[in-house]
């Protein structure tokens, strides 16, 4: 009985070396749909094959988790972007994200106020692909922004002599009237991303290189807008009054600048869905 536990716990001891040593299995490759070489010298066994001349898909070599990285270089709607992804399943990624971009619009005159607007979008997140058919490239994500500096910004200003309307309202500028303003994506954080998309960033396929297309929506909330008066004087509704206003001390002034204010955030109100599309190169390798 002794020798006979004795010989049993040698056997599960030496278990492990021995599935090591064994030779690689032709299902595990680099390319995943393809056989690798076998390790006695011949030629390697091809895959069976349908009648269509496709791989059956119990044929197909199962990734190990993490067992292989990507990364992507696009651009799209939150700007330019780099992601990196890895598998955590034959059916799912998980992938990370930054995008940059800015660009100075330049002038534009609203109302008789004169803007100078750039636009600067900065966000970062993560989201989990899902491939309901990972042989193509059909995919659903949910992920999050947890950085978003998604914004315009630009002073504004009316010179001496000229007017602008707020609120329905004229006011002639007899100094000129300078101020601030801000438009800000970024009301809810973290923002959930949603969307869908064709191709994988780490095909299912085999090779290297992928060409990922995504359609989405970022819900952001409703868009901050904030004007500002910083400086100048006006006189309301006419060229001369006995005494010019300040525009940073007038109460019925910043009461039309805020209803003003209130009129276009309802007409940004449906950027609260933020657009995401995008499309990019991927080139994705073994780590393990």
């Not at 030629?43 to 990734?63: F, H, I, Q, V």
């Amino acid at each position: 009985m002794k020798r006979t536990l004795l010989c049993s716990f040698i056997a599960l001891a030496l278990l492990p070396c021995l599935v090591k040593a064994q030779p690689k299995s032709p299902l595990i490759s680099d390319n995943w749909s393809t056989v690798s070489s076998s390790t006695d010298g011949l030629a390697p066994e091809p895959m069976p094959r349908t009648s269509e001349g496709k791989t059956p898909y119990a044929y197909l070599d199962r990734p190990h988790p993490f067992s292989r990285l990507a990364f992507e270089a696009g651009v799209g709607t939150l700007g330019a972007n780099v992601q990196v992804a890895t598998n955590l399943s034959n059916h799912f990624n998980i992938r990370g994200m930054g995008n940059y971009f800015s660009y100075d619009i330049g002038n534009f005159t609203e109302k008789g106020l004169t803007f100078n607007p750039s636009l600067t979008l900065e966000s970062a997140g993560g989201a989990l692909d899902f491939y309901p058919f990972p042989m193509h490239g059909l995919r659903f994500s949910a992920g999050a922004l947890v950085h978003n500096s998604n914004q315009a910004t630009s002073p504004f200003t009316t010179p001496n002599g000229q007017t602008f309307t707020l609120n329905n309202n004229t006011y002639y500028v007899v100094a000129p009237v300078t101020g601030t303003g801000s438009l800000l994506f970024n009301n809810t954080s973290p923002a959930v991303l949603l969307s869908t998309g064709w191709g994988n960033m780490i095909s299912r396929k085999g090779g290297h290189l992928s060409f990922p297309v995504e359609l989405g929506v970022v819900l952001s909330g409703k868009p901050n807008l904030k004007l500002a008066f910083t400086g100048g004087a006006v006189c309301p509704g006419t060229t001369t009054c006995g005494t010019p206003i300040s525009v940073t001390s007038y109460p019925a002034l910043q009461a039309d600048l805020n209803a003003q204010i209130n009129k276009y955030s309802n007409d940004l109100e449906p950027l609260q869905y933020y657009p995401v599309i995008s499309f990019g190169i991927a080139y994705n390798f073994r780590i393990r």
